[in-house]
């Protein structure tokens, strides 16, 4: 880690520490499972994340950040998919995965033969998810809680970006980093199901996926996800 955890981030380490020892099964348990598009990564997500947050927030006595973590998304599993079947574009470099999530993409970006991997999300529990998963997949990613979006330099070979364009207001700041980066040198990957808030034009598409899809919001069981980068 690029830093000992502390604060919030090591209180909800422990906390999902001590959710994935619990005994029992249910729709509000964590469970370790292979996922659909990407079955070489197994990560601990929720059997329904809206009950597994209602009852943390119960337990914890106060409102806790949606748990984006505790699900899988087809962005990230489509940029997951694309590094671990283009392994070239990641060995021996340095990755940085925004808005990491579960892990997935960095976990990929690791088991592809990345010389250093880098997971970013301002959610101490998907900080504390990630180095969960990370070692439940016996690999090495380094942890940052910080917001990077006004940071000059994204100190990165590949920038990773799953799921990033799903509001107006993040979109507005993600895009500039995701600008700053490409301009500095490193390579830019996204991947988006065409959320609302994709800047057309801006970006152009290199692959393709029908992924998996669990999201309530979603009718069919497939979603069409694009891999992209910046123009």
């Given at each position: 880690m690029l830093a000992p955890m502390r604060g919030a981030t090591a209180t909800a380490l422990s906390v999902l520490e001590r959710e994935i020892d619990a005994p029992g099964a249910g729709l509000d348990?964590?469970?370790l499972v292979p996922i659909?598009?990407?079955?070489?990564v197994r990560l601990h997500l929720a059997e329904d994340?809206?009950?597994?947050?209602a009852r943390m927030e119960a337990a914890a006595g106060h409102t806790l950040p949606p748990p984006y973590w505790a699900s899988v998304w087809a962005g990230g599993q489509a940029l997951a998919r694309h590094?671990?079947?283009h392994p070239q574009l990641v060995a021996g470099r340095r990755v940085l995965d925004l808005a990491a999530g579960s892990g997935l993409v960095a976990i990929a970006a690791a088991l592809s033969g990345a010389a250093r991997v880098v997971a970013n999300d301002i959610d101490p529990y998907a900080v504390a998810a990630v180095t969960i998963n990370a070692r439940a997949n016996q690999?090495?990613?380094?942890?940052?809680?910080?917001?990077l979006l006004d940071r000059a330099d994204a100190e990165a070979d590949l920038v990773v970006a799953g799921d990033v364009f799903y509001s107006r207001a993040l979109a507005d700041r993600v895009l500039p980093f995701l600008q700053r980066a490409a301009a500095g040198g490193a390579e830019v990957l996204v991947g988006d199901p065409d959320r609302g808030h994709l800047p057309e034009g801006r970006l152009t598409v290199l692959a393709a996926y029908p992924v998996p899809t669990t999201e309530p919001s979603v009718d069919s069981s497939?979603?069409?996800v694009r891999v992209l980068r910046p123009v």
């Open positions: 348990r964590l469970r659909p598009f990407v079955p070489e994340a809206i009950v597994w947050w590094l671990l079947d690999v090495s990613v380094d942890t940052t809680g910080d917001d497939l979603r069409q």
